[in-house]
């Protein structure tokens, strides 16, 4: 099975050349501050991630939605965002819950037949 690519490259090609231009851009054209640097650079890893996840088409969406969550959540708390460990653990409990109830609960099914569970009673 060949690596998944986009535009030819593997992602995490993609992703070094987001972070060299970023770096270059800010040392060179224009002063771009960490905090710019650490969203374009997060939001380029969470769209990848997500390009990523729709082209293999396996179940990863569910793990990418929760990835992209959590990168979300750490950037808004790199940016200022004032949450304390409960509220993030909770806000991340509510988007894999609610992730898993809409992309899992219908499309899995029991490794054994009715039947079968009926005999193994």
């Keep these: 099975m060949s690596p998944v690519k986009i535009f030819g490259r593997e992602p995490s090609?993609?992703?070094?050349?987001?972070?060299?231009?970023?770096?270059?851009?800010?040392a060179f054209?224009?002063?771009?501050?960490?905090?710019?640097?650490?969203?374009?650079n997060a939001l380029a890893a969470a769209a990848v991630g997500l390009i990523v996840a729709a082209?293999?088409?396996?179940?990863?969406?569910?793990?990418?939605i929760t990835g992209f969550a959590q990168a979300a959540l750490a950037l808004g708390m790199n940016l200022g965002l004032d949450w304390s460990t409960a509220r993030q653990a909770a806000a991340m409990?509510?988007?894999?819950?609610?992730?898993?109830?809409?992309?899992?609960?219908?499309?899995?099914?029991?490794?054994?037949?009715a039947e079968d569970l009926r005999l193994a009673a």
């Design 93 to 113: 409990a509510a988007v894999t819950l609610l992730a898993q109830f809409v992309l899992v609960r219908d499309r899995v099914t029991a490794p054994v037949s």
């Design 13 to 26: 090609a993609i992703l070094g050349l987001v972070a060299m231009c970023v770096q270059f851009f800010s």
């Design 29 to 40: 054209v224009f002063e771009v501050g960490q905090n710019t640097q650490t969203l374009i």
């Design 55 to 64: 082209m293999v088409k396996d179940g990863s969406v569910l793990a990418a």
